[in-house]
């Protein structure tokens, strides 16, 4: 019987809506063996869902999604296996957190100049001290009843040329991965598809990378067509880059997209991703 697993999760400790011990559950739950908690500019989950791993027997993957700053986009870095207990790396993740909380305190200055009434106190209430991403804005909106939708949400707001949206100081690309590389992980391109460029281009962007000490590319995505997911493939292949694979659950926030089979399109085995087994044979990032 094959082990089913899924490289790319979020919990609330970023943007997602579930905790890691409740995404861990859900993970036993839904069949899988194996998770990632990859959650954006922090690692605050990590040791929750370990133990929680371990609770419910689900392996866990110590991970994490960078947002690099690239030609005026991003690039989302996904680093598996990293050391979350190293206090360089920690450090340094501050310094991304910290830079997002900044524009948060913009974001909130531009929603009160629509008139929203929101606080800062008012988000920290009412999603925690998490990683506030432009996802708990729209939530906030939503819930308060000023749009319907996330993307009406988005579309009117929070998107870039929108009036509330801020951009914020982001690492590059080089640097991303070059912490992910010290803190002992695998740095992954996340989702190659989703930043608007044709295959040509995302592949001379993957060897740009390449060159920065990038690893493996994310091939299996919900958002893929069968045909991406080969067309990825290939390029990993061209390359002597491994493939990952995963959903990008959020929970409720994307409702849409289900812990392990995204749309129903992913069947992500540890076959599928060998570097997995490697990560697993090399327990020093589990220190605590």
């Known amino acids: 019987m094959e082990e089913y697993i899924d490289l790319h999760v979020h919990s609330n400790a970023s943007d997602g809506t579930l905790t890691p ?8 739950k839904s069949g899988l063996s194996l998770i990632a908690l990859t959650d954006h500019d922090t690692v605050d989950g990590i040791a929750e869902a370990v133990k929680a791993g371990e609770k419910y027997g689900i392996q866990v993957i ?35 957190r910290d830079s997002r909380d900044n524009r948060n305190i913009k974001m909130i200055k531009k929603l009160n100049e629509q008139g929203f009434p929101i606080t800062w106190d008012i988000m920290m209430d009412r999603f925690g001290a998490n990683s506030i991403t432009r996802a708990h804005f729209a939530k906030y909106l939503i819930d308060e009843g000023y749009v319907k939708d996330k993307d009406e ?51 001379s962007v993957i060897v740009m990378l390449k060159g920065y000490g990038l690893e493996g590319i994310e091939a299996l995505y919900s958002l893929n067509r069968p045909e991406d997911d080969v067309a990825l493939m290939k390029i990993a292949k061209r390359h002597d880059l491994f493939i990952t694979g995963g959903s990008d659950f959020h929970g409720s926030i994307k409702p849409d997209i289900s812990l392990g089979t995204g749309k129903g399109n992913l069947h992500i085995t540890k076959e599928i991703c060998p ?14």
Request: with cysteine; hydrophobic share 40%.
């Open 153 to 203: 949400a988005f579309a009117k707001y929070l998107n870039p040329g929108c009036p509330c949206y801020v951009s914020r100081e982001k690492v590059s690309p080089k640097e991303a991965i070059e912490m992910i590389l010290e803190s002992g992980g695998h740095p992954v391109l996340a989702h190659p598809l989703l930043y608007k460029m044709n295959l040509e281009k995302i592949e």
């Open 21 to 28: 011990e409740e995404v861990v559950r859900l993970a036993k």
């Open 275 to 288: 570097i997995i087994m490697s990560i697993l044979q090399d327990q020093s990032y589990r220190k605590d």
């Open 62 to 96: 110590p991970g994490i999604e960078i947002s690099a700053e690239y030609k005026n986009g991003d690039l989302h870095i996904l680093g598996l296996g990293i050391d979350y207990t190293d206090d360089n790396f920690k450090a340094k993740v501050a310094v991304c």
